[in-house]
């Protein structure tokens, strides 16, 4: 295998759920418990922003309504992103793909860009946060992950900038992943935790893939995947596992 530049331990969403989730307070408070690398969800604007949310619509973790995609940043970006965690991040803002960018080189944390299209838009939003990650990391010393459920997404992603290194999630191994992690030239399988086992770690061992797992928030858990010899986990308890 290739030498394989990441941390073992990855911080979800940015601090998992100390924080809210995929805003640069998550950011900060993940770094303050000592992670080197954050995972986050980056989607489009109505206006083609790439900026950071998990969920298709804005309701759960913003006090916006409706599907933020059809959304234009200049709406997005007024949106509150933290008040529905807790009463001390209220007035916390969705932040840009590129604000984020600034942030981490400047704190030298790396990234998991995992690409999150809104339905129906998986190759245009794959191919646009590939090229905008490829133009705000140019020249750093280690790129972004790239990584996606959707094949689109990754396939549009390995076109638009095939030198920044791309994971398929999977959350089942569903028929055809193999091939298909294979044809999009992936260097990592991030799994769902359970599905890994000696076989599953095998099959990536003599693919060259690397192994991630998510999202791990048990000792016991963090323990059975280690023993297998697995590469990393990304986690929401940054306060329990220290991630030296």
Same mark, same amino acid.
């Given at each position: 295998?290739?030498?394989?530049?990441?941390?073992?331990?990855?911080?979800?969403?940015?601090?998992?759920?100390?924080?809210?989730?995929?805003?640069?307070?998550?950011?900060?408070?993940?770094?303050?418990?000592?992670?080197?690398?954050?995972?986050?969800?980056?989607?489009?604007? +109505?206006?083609?922003? /790439?900026?950071? !949310?998990?969920?298709?619509? $804005?309701?759960?973790?913003?006090?916006? %309504?409706?599907? @933020?995609?059809?959304?234009?940043?200049?709406?997005?970006?007024?949106?509150?992103?933290?008040?529905?965690?807790?009463?001390?991040?209220?007035?916390?803002?969705?932040?840009?793909?590129?604000?984020?960018?600034?942030?981490?080189?400047?704190?030298?944390?790396?990234?998991?860009?995992?690409?999150?299209?809104?339905?129906?838009?998986?190759?245009?939003?794959?191919?646009?946060?590939?090229?905008?990650?490829?133009?705000?990391?140019?020249?750093?010393?280690?790129?972004?992950?790239?990584?996606?459920?959707?094949?689109?997404?990754?396939?549009?992603?390995?076109?638009? +900038?095939?030198?920044? /290194?791309?994971? !398929?999630?999977?959350?089942? $191994?569903?028929?055809?992943?193999?091939? %298909?992690?294979? @044809?999009?030239?992936?260097?990592?399988?991030?799994?769902?935790?359970?599905?890994?086992?000696?076989?599953?770690?095998?099959?990536?061992?003599?693919?060259?893939?690397?192994?991630?797992?998510?999202?791990?928030?048990?000792?016991?858990?963090?323990?059975?995947?280690?023993?297998?010899?697995?590469?990393?986990?990304?986690?929401?308890?940054?306060?329990?596992?220290?991630?030296?």
């Amino acid at each position: 295998m290739s030498p394989w530049p990441y941390p073992r331990w990855i911080a979800h969403r940015g601090a998992g759920k100390l924080a809210p989730e995929n805003t640069l307070a998550a950011f900060r408070l993940g770094a303050q418990h000592g992670y080197k690398m954050i995972e986050c969800d980056v989607k489009l604007s +109505a206006d083609g922003v /790439p900026f950071l !949310l998990h969920d298709a619509t $804005l309701e759960r973790t913003t006090d916006g %309504q409706g599907t @933020a995609g059809e959304r234009p940043w200049i709406d997005l970006s007024r949106r509150d992103a933290g008040a529905w965690h807790s009463r001390q991040y209220a007035g916390e803002t969705l932040p840009t793909l590129q604000a984020v960018a600034r942030w981490c080189q400047a704190n030298g944390v790396l990234l998991n860009i995992e690409i999150k299209p809104t339905p129906g838009t998986e190759a245009h939003t794959g191919g646009l946060v590939a090229r905008e990650a490829a133009r705000l990391w140019h020249g750093a010393p280690v790129p972004p992950l790239l990584t996606s459920f959707q094949v689109e997404a990754l396939r549009a992603a390995q076109q638009a +900038a095939p030198e920044l /290194p791309r994971g !398929l999630l999977l959350d089942s $191994l569903w028929h055809g992943w193999h091939s %298909q992690a294979q @044809a999009l030239g992936c260097v990592a399988l991030v799994c769902h935790h359970a599905l890994w086992d000696s076989t599953l770690v095998a099959q990536a061992r003599a693919a060259g893939w690397r192994m991630l797992s998510y999202t791990v928030n048990d000792a016991a858990t963090a323990d059975r995947l280690w023993a297998l010899g697995t590469d990393g986990i990304i986690t929401d308890r940054v306060d329990l596992f220290a991630p030296a």
